[in-house]
């Protein structure tokens, strides 16, 4: 699976090409000829570094850290490691239980960030086994391990299993370590991210601020741990629409973790690329061009452009280019030099996504759904409903239709088959008629994303053509504009489109109104 995007690229170890062997990318934070290293002598390396040290655990872990810049491996490395370190722990399962079960830990965390989340959840589940067996369910190492599989029983979109092992967990951490003790704290803050993952957004605020101030008050508000529970409670307020004390959330966090970690720590700059998401989200397309094009960029210098971090960033800024370019008073040329921008960020994001995590990698998918929609934003509807359709199968099929990375590629599908033609707007509108009323149950029907799919629904019912559908789309059309006037500033790029769509009725009508005039 792994490839190289430099010909002249070569191992780091024994400084030859990959012609004899594949290279893989490291996927840490090394860039040039530290990039890229062969499976062999990775493998060579880890072995020669836990004999040097005595031991394949602490601060200098050698199956799971870069040695030379000491982030985790990522991508088809990792995976390479922790199989390799998995096969030589084999025999080790009695005389030294507690290296066994952390190879076996790297593996299924390995899996799960390739997405054969299916194949995680058995190693997981083999590991918890032995776990229970061993030590009992009490102990550390097996609650560790039943944490890890909440984790993998999220990634798949099971959502209330996960709640279920999250909320036992946390009932036995309460009882073993006490209801202040981090892990603790920790297993209740994967409950909140249940319910998120589950769509009870309200819930999981509520249970996120329940958490935050026990945090606070307990560990500091500078705690790793805390920050973390602050950061999903404004991702989770982000979801709701409640951008100002989502922002507010981000400045904060971002505040401390520039003090403790510092501008360049892969921690500080994902809080910074998600107040560089706020801005989008409220409309601020220019502010958050400037701030997620320099946050990709500090992450390209530190992490390498094929980092997964790297990668989140410039599909963000992707977004931002092709849903903003309406919004902004841009020169024709300008917005020609966005939209080629963000094709190219797309295309480039997909492929080295592709190499290093797979085609079905949920982050692949969604390189893959912005691929489509820059397909859309030059004028190719076809092509464009063909690459999301193909993506939207796929992530209805792995997490369910209401998952939200499917909700948002159905979306964008909708939109670009209602442009391809009379056939294909009744299907679009079929396909978000669906959408819409899933969001609808789950944000409500006043929400952004409740209304920008209604919208995509109105934009197909005039592409229909028929009369009625017409007449539906004008009347769902001004309500949705009445609802965005109050959820969403001025110059945002939904209420931008929803405008266009009623002058369009507005025209339709006065076109019609002459047709009837002429022939009497």
Same mark, same amino acid.
């Not at 170890?13 to 990039?35: D, F, K, M, Q, Y």
């Not at 949920?362 to 912005?370: D, F, G, K, N, Q």
């Given at each position: 699976?792994?490839?190289?995007?430099?010909?002249?690229?070569?191992?780091?170890?024994?400084?030859?090409?990959?012609?004899?062997?594949?290279?893989?990318?490291?996927?840490?934070?090394?860039?040039?000829?530290?990039?890229?290293?062969?499976?062999?002598?990775?493998?060579?390396?880890?072995?020669?570094?836990?004999?040097?040290?005595?031991?394949?655990?602490?601060?200098?872990?050698?199956?799971?850290?870069?040695?030379?810049?000491?982030?985790?491996?990522?991508?088809?490395?990792?995976?390479?490691?922790?199989?390799?370190?998995?096969?030589?722990?084999?025999?080790?399962?009695?005389?030294?239980?507690?290296?066994?079960?952390?190879?076996?830990?790297?593996?299924?965390?390995?899996?799960?960030?390739?997405?054969?989340?299916?194949?995680?959840?058995?190693?997981?589940?083999?590991?918890?086994?032995?776990?229970?067996?061993?030590?009992?369910?009490?102990?550390?190492?097996?609650?560790?391990?039943?944490?890890?599989?909440?984790?993998?029983?999220?990634?798949?979109?099971?959502?209330?299993?996960?709640?279920?092992?999250?909320?036992?967990?946390?009932?036995?951490?309460?009882?073993?370590?006490?209801?202040?003790?981090?892990?603790?704290?920790?297993?209740?803050?994967?409950?909140?991210?249940?319910?998120?993952?589950? %769509? =009870?957004? +309200? #819930? *999981?605020?509520?249970?996120? $601020?329940?958490? !935050? &101030?026990?945090?606070?008050? /307990?560990? @500091?508000?500078?705690?790793?741990?805390?920050?973390?529970?602050?950061?999903?409670?404004?991702?989770?307020?982000?979801?709701?629409?409640?951008?100002?004390?989502?922002?507010?959330?981000?400045?904060?966090?971002?505040?401390?973790?520039?003090?403790?970690?510092?501008?360049?720590?892969?921690?500080?700059?994902?809080?910074?690329?998600?107040?560089?998401?706020?801005?989008?989200?409220? %409309? =601020?397309? +220019? #502010? *958050?061009?400037?701030?997620? $094009?320099?946050? !990709? &960029?500090?992450?390209?210098? /530190?992490? @390498?452009?094929?980092?997964?971090?790297?990668?989140?960033?410039?599909?963000?800024?992707?977004?931002?280019?092709?849903?903003?370019?309406?919004?902004?008073?841009?020169?024709?040329?300008?917005?020609?030099?966005?939209?080629?921008?963000?094709?190219?960020?797309?295309?480039?994001?997909?492929?080295?996504?592709?190499?290093?995590?797979?085609?079905?990698?949920?982050?692949?998918?969604?390189?893959?759904?912005?691929?489509?929609?820059?397909?859309?934003?030059?004028?190719?509807?076809?092509?464009?409903?063909?690459?999301?359709?193909?993506?939207?199968?796929?992530?209805?099929?792995?997490?369910?239709?209401?998952?939200?990375?499917?909700?948002?590629?159905?979306?964008?599908?909708?939109?670009?088959?209602?442009?391809?033609?009379?056939?294909?707007?009744?299907?679009?509108?079929?396909?978000?008629?669906?959408?819409?009323?899933?969001?609808?149950?789950?944000?409500?029907?006043?929400?952004?994303?409740?209304?920008?799919?209604?919208?995509?629904?109105?934009?197909?019912?005039?592409?229909?053509?028929?009369?009625?559908?017409?007449?539906?789309?004008?009347?769902?059309?001004?309500?949705?504009?009445?609802?965005?006037?109050?959820?969403?500033?001025?110059?945002?790029?939904?209420?931008?489109?929803?405008?266009?769509?009623?002058?369009?009725?507005?025209?339709?009508?006065?076109?019609?109104?002459?047709?009837?005039?002429?022939?009497?």
């Amino acid at each position: 699976m792994g490839s190289t995007l430099a010909s002249d690229a070569v191992c780091f170890i024994c400084l030859e090409s990959g012609e004899e062997a594949v290279l893989l990318p490291t996927g840490c934070g090394c860039r040039g000829t530290a990039g890229h290293v062969h499976e062999r002598c990775a493998i060579q390396g880890a072995l020669a570094t836990q004999a040097r040290n005595g031991t394949w655990a602490g601060k200098q872990h050698p199956w799971q850290l870069c040695q030379t810049c000491r982030l985790p491996y990522t991508g088809s490395l990792k995976l390479a490691l922790a199989q390799a370190w998995s096969r030589r722990t084999d025999g080790l399962s009695d005389s030294d239980p507690a290296q066994y079960m952390a190879a076996r830990t790297a593996l299924g965390n390995a899996l799960s960030a390739e997405g054969r989340l299916e194949e995680a959840e058995g190693v997981v589940r083999d590991n918890l086994a032995r776990a229970r067996a061993l030590y009992g369910t009490g102990h550390r190492m097996a609650m560790g391990i039943r944490f890890n599989l909440g984790l993998v029983l999220d990634g798949q979109g099971k959502s209330e299993e996960a709640a279920h092992v999250y909320t036992e967990l946390n009932t036995e951490q309460q009882r073993v370590l006490g209801p202040e003790h981090p892990d603790t704290l920790m297993s209740a803050m994967q409950i909140a991210n249940s319910d998120l993952n589950a %769509g =009870r957004n +309200e #819930e *999981a605020a509520t249970k996120y $601020r329940r958490v !935050l &101030d026990v945090q606070r008050r /307990v560990l @500091g508000a500078a705690h790793p741990i805390t920050l973390t529970c602050g950061m999903n409670l404004a991702s989770t307020l982000l979801s709701l629409a409640d951008y100002q004390e989502a922002e507010t959330l981000y400045r904060a966090n971002l505040a401390a973790k520039l003090r403790t970690l510092g501008a360049e720590h892969v921690d500080t700059l994902m809080v910074s690329m998600n107040l560089g998401v706020v801005f989008k989200e409220r %409309g =601020r397309y +220019e #502010e *958050a061009g400037r701030w997620l $094009r320099a946050n !990709l &960029d500090t992450k390209r210098r /530190v992490l @390498g452009r094929r980092h997964m971090d790297t990668c989140f960033s410039a599909l963000n800024l992707c977004g931002v280019w092709l849903d903003g370019r309406h919004a902004a008073k841009l020169t024709e040329a300008d917005s020609l030099a966005r939209l080629s921008e963000a094709d190219c960020l797309a295309a480039e994001t997909r492929s080295a996504l592709a190499c290093d995590f797979g085609e079905m990698n949920p982050s692949t998918l969604t390189a893959s759904m912005y691929v489509g929609a820059a397909l859309h934003a030059r004028g190719q509807p076809t092509r464009a409903a063909k690459v999301l359709r193909r993506v939207h199968e796929a992530q209805t099929a792995a997490h369910g239709e209401r998952h939200p990375d499917a909700v948002e590629t159905a979306w964008r599908l909708g939109s670009a088959l209602a442009d391809v033609g009379t056939a294909e707007a009744l299907e679009a509108a079929a396909l978000l008629r669906a959408t819409a009323a899933h969001l609808e149950a789950q944000l409500g029907s006043d929400h952004p994303r409740t209304l920008r799919v209604f919208v995509g629904l109105g934009a197909a019912l005039l592409a229909a053509g028929g009369d009625a559908d017409a007449t539906e789309a004008a009347s769902l059309l001004a309500r949705c504009k009445a609802a965005q006037h109050t959820a969403l500033p001025p110059g945002h790029a939904d209420l931008h489109r929803t405008r266009a769509l009623l002058a369009r009725t507005n025209s339709n009508d006065t076109a019609e109104r002459h047709r009837q005039t002429s022939s009497q």
